[in-house]
């Protein structure tokens, strides 16, 4: 009897080959799926590892009854991107080694390495933030600004986890709200769908980027291609990547790979 961990990757097939034969021994298989925009469903991945899987709740994950089933039967818990992503995570593993549970961790990619395909170095990365979604709280929280000027004075990038709901025009919108008279640079990176054959990487002022659902087909200045609005979109899930002084080799990759 044991507690499996496993990180799904990015996109639904990228589960590792070794965690997949792990899954198959199992007698319940459990979804965590409160705290991204999944880029795929339930279902979808039901299909592709060919097995049945039931979604949890952030109640049923931190109340930690879960290792109660794992005492008895094999449990996993399948986490998108990488495994230990969460501190609530981590905390299950706490607990399954002090209740002496036998456990197993699988990892795999997550935002925070696939964020290197926007050509930004992840050494140069400050401390990660995360974006509430407004429209969920009584009142504005904004100390997530306080991580964008704390990385912005030693140099560093600043990745940007949008909370689940939460559109780009809304978070564009939250974002210049909260600066404060605190300068941005004049263009950001956004990026959608990471690590999914749909993904696209941004490289554009906030402005622009809050309207890419209504924008007008453009040229593409390197190849002068017609862009059509939904080309543009931003879809969920997504985040925001305020950068900091760019290295000429960024400051490249983001033209090159920037839409």
């Known amino acids: 009897m044991a507690f499996y961990l496993i990180g ?137 600004i306080d991580y964008v000027k704390e990385n912005q004075s030693i140099n560093a990038h600043t990745l940007i986890l949008t909370d689940i709901g939460l559109e780009i025009s809304s978070a564009i919108e939250q974002l210049l709200e909260s600066v404060k008279g605190m300068k941005l640079p004049e263009k950001i990176v956004a990026i959608s769908n990471a690590g999914t054959p749909k993904q696209k990487i941004f490289y554009d002022s906030p402005e622009n980027l809050a309207c890419t659902e209504h924008r007008e087909s453009v040229p593409r200045p390197t190849d002068q291609r017609s862009i059509r609005p939904s080309e543009r979109r931003i879809e969920m899930p997504f985040c925001l990547i305020i950068p900091a002084k760019l290295h000429f080799l960024e400051e490249k990759a983001l033209k090159e790979f920037g839409e």
Request: hydrophobic residues 35%; neutral net charge.
């Open 8 to 144: 799904t990757g990015m996109n639904k097939n990228s589960i590792s080959a070794d965690a997949l034969e792990i899954l198959k021994t199992c007698d319940k298989i459990y979804l965590e799926n409160y705290t991204v925009n999944f880029p795929y469903s339930t279902r979808e991945l039901e299909e592709t590892y060919n097995l049945k899987i039931q979604e949890l709740d952030r109640q049923k994950v931190e109340d930690e009854s879960i290792l109660k089933k794992a005492k008895n039967t094999d449990v996993a818990l399948l986490v998108y991107g990488d495994a230990l992503s969460a501190t609530t995570h981590m905390q299950l593993i706490l607990e399954a080694k002090k209740q002496k549970i036998p456990y197993r961790i699988f990892h795999n990619a997550s935002i925070l390495t696939t964020i290197a395909e926007t050509g930004l170095s992840l050494y140069k990365f400050g401390k990660t933030a995360s974006m509430p979604n407004w429209a969920e709280h009584t009142n504005k929280p904004t100390s997530f």
